[in-house]
């Protein structure tokens, strides 16, 4: 992997999960996709790099509430994803998108607002867990996104599991499986209001909405 695009991912990953405040996140989502974007200027076919810009600007656009940026963020998701099918990140950053603008605005504005579309995040995620391989962070993050949507969602309950038993070769791997057994311990318990508030919570920049 290229050193500059697991510096972007390794610099997302603290603003969506570490950081604790707006601007300190805001500036490293911005140096990543600084980074990226130099990256696909030198080489246009880096995939990685590529996704990783478009991601960028989505959690961007999550931190400032800005429909313009959310709106340019699903386009190049989705351009990154027609462009690299086969290309895991790319569809679950597209899902991630469609799930987690519907969350926050509900169905109906989402999709009126930003394009937002239910099925559309559901089968890019599947998509997502069927080419990342046997990896806690696709299938744990999905289920996250799952239960969030809905707690009595079979398949993310089946994917949260499945997250807590799959290999963590990095430490995003490692962040998501931890946060998909604690979701997942509390729909064993039956407790699916706590599942679903905590889903929303161990997400990427869950920590921002409860401010």
Do not use: C
């Not at 610099?11 to 604790?20: M, P």
């Not at 996250?144 to 791997?173: F, N």
């Amino acid at each position: 992997m290229p050193a500059v695009a697991q510096t972007a991912r390794e610099l997302l990953t603290q603003a969506a999960f570490q950081d604790r405040s707006q601007s300190a996140a805001l500036a490293r989502v911005d140096r990543a996709r600084a980074l990226a974007l130099a990256a696909v200027q030198r080489m246009p076919d880096d995939q990685d790099a590529a996704v990783i810009a478009a991601g960028a600007l989505a959690y961007r656009a999550k931190l400032t509430g800005s429909r313009a940026e959310a709106i340019e963020a699903r386009k190049q998701l989705q351009a990154v994803a027609t462009r690299f099918p086969r290309n895991a990140e790319a569809q679950i950053g597209l899902g991630g998108w469609h799930l987690g603008v519907i969350a926050k605005v509900g169905r109906i504005v989402g999709r009126a607002m930003a394009g937002a579309q239910k099925g559309a995040g559901l089968a890019a995620t599947d998509r997502a867990v069927t080419l990342g391989g046997n990896r806690a962070f696709f299938a744990g993050l999905a289920g996250l996104l799952r239960i969030e949507a809905d707690p009595a969602d079979p398949r993310g309950r089946v994917l949260l599991d499945q997250a807590t038993q799959a290999p963590t070769p990095t430490v995003l791997d490692r962040i998501i499986q931890r946060n998909a057994g604690a979701v997942l311990t509390s729909l064993k318990q039956g407790d699916a209001k706590t599942a679903r508030a905590l889903a929303d919570r161990l997400l990427p920049f869950g920590w921002y909405d409860d401010q």
